[in-house]
């Protein structure tokens, strides 16, 4: 770990927003998830929750690699309990699904606790989701095609949450607890040494202010 990676990590990791989530109801093509991922990498976001009822995500070998390194993945089995979990967190719903209901995506204050429900390639969102979503907004379409790929949908939709983001100061500032954002430092700066420190139920050791390690916690006295 070199000080200048170091000094990298750190300042993404500043710019990561912990109100900002995205809720993946069974996107279970490896491409389109993947592609999800690195755009919620690209606008800071910290935690993607996802649906995945028979377990494709897990089974991706980009589950372990790539984006999801830099974005912390939570896979709910099914949608009553990604629901049960996101609301008790306090999560506002914006669905995205076309509908005589549904506003331009550009109109919603993104600025929020705001959870963006993108759908599934074929089906779209479950009626269930809909239903209980806070509001349901639409990509304008001018062309004979109805939908757009989840991946891109997804791009549009967050980045005009980066935008509104920026304008209220809300990436100036780090929004993590002082907890987390050690935590997650730590585990960026050493992921190898982080999962053994978890396996063996040990505490992180301090990093110095050039990223180095203060102690080796997988010493053997």
């Known amino acids: ?36 991922l690195r755009t919620c990498d690209a606008v800071g976001v910290y935690r993607v929750h ?21 974005v912390d993945l939570v896979i709910h089995p099914d949608v009553n309990q990604a629901l049960s979990a996101m609301r008790a967190e306090g999560w506002r719903l914006i669905a995205a699904h076309p509908g005589e209901s549904s506003r331009d995506y550009r109109a919603v204050d993104y600025t929020g ?47 005009e949450a980066q935008r509104q983001r920026r304008e209220a100061g809300l990436y100036d500032a780090c929004r993590l607890s002082r907890e987390e954002f050690e935590a997650t430092l730590f585990e960026w700066a050493y992921p190898e040494i982080a999962k053994r420190c978890r396996k063996r139920g040990i505490d992180y050791p301090l990093l110095k202010d050039d990223g180095s390690l203060s102690e080796n916690p997988l010493q053997v006295d």
């Open 1 to 36: 770990m070199t000080p200048e990676r170091f000094e990298k990590l750190k300042a993404i990791l500043l710019r990561r927003q912990p109100d900002l989530t995205v809720l993946a109801d069974d996107v279970h093509k490896s491409h389109n998830i993947a592609a999800v």
């Open 50 to 70: 996802a649906v995945s009822p028979r377990g494709e995500i897990r089974r991706h070998h980009m589950v372990s690699g790539g984006s999801r390194r830099w």
């Open 113 to 159: 606790k705001i959870a963006v429900l993108l759908g599934a390639e074929l089906d779209g969102l479950t009626p269930q989701l809909v239903e209980v979503a806070d509001e349901t907004v639409a990509i304008p379409m001018e062309g004979m095609v109805g939908s757009l790929n989840v991946s891109v949908a997804a791009a549009l939709i967050l980045y």
